[in-house]
């Protein structure tokens, strides 16, 4: 199954989308492919920036996905990133970077020592998964950009609104 990663400079509302992965966007992966590892231990902007434009070079190379620049837009049919798999941030206040999961309710700071993600049950998921269905931005999850309009009306299957 695949599974996206969207990256981003700073936090919230006002962060700056540099690009997006589609595939196997998995932490042993992230950690596995070198400039990926790099972004994840960045301790400054521009290294940040820099791995993850090759990270986006690399990714296809690796045969593990595909890879989409912030120059051709949004790539997602859905509005922010709170239905990605893994949103990964470089916050300038701590000079750290955060992870976190669609509809995440909290940041995962990683050490750029020892860069580790959360094991066991997901303490970044929602926790209600059905509100989560129903509209995966609304608090308790974390603030983010909104990429594109938000629909009006969400699809309905049945009886039930995804």
């Given at each position: ?15 700056d989308?540099i ?25 400054d ?21 595909h890879?989409?620049r912030r ?5 997602w049919?859905w ?6 798999s893994?949103?990964?941030v ?8 955060f ?9 995962h700071?990683i ?20 509100a989560?269905?129903r509209?995966p ?8 950009p909104?990429?594109?309009?938000k629909?009006?009306?969400l ?7 995804r």
């Amino acid at each position: 199954m695949s599974s996206y990663t969207d990256f981003y400079f700073g936090r919230g509302e006002n962060a700056d989308w540099i690009g997006s992965l589609r595939g196997e966007c998995y932490p042993e992966n992230f950690l596995a492919v070198p400039p990926f590892r790099l972004a994840l231990t960045a301790t400054d902007e521009r290294t940040f920036r820099a791995a993850v434009a090759d990270t986006l070079d690399v990714w296809e190379g690796e045969r593990l996905g595909h890879a989409y620049r912030r120059e051709l837009g949004w790539p997602w049919p859905w509005s922010t990133s709170h239905n990605s798999s893994w949103i990964m941030v470089f916050d300038p206040a701590p000079q750290t970077v955060f992870v976190t999961v669609g509809g995440g309710i909290s940041w995962h700071r990683i050490d750029p020592h020892d860069p580790r993600f959360p094991e066991g049950d997901d303490p970044l998921g929602p926790d209600d998964i059905y509100a989560w269905l129903r509209d995966p931005a609304a608090p308790p999850s974390v603030p983010m950009p909104l990429m594109r309009p938000k629909p009006t009306a969400l699809p309905t299957f049945g009886d039930e609104t995804r």
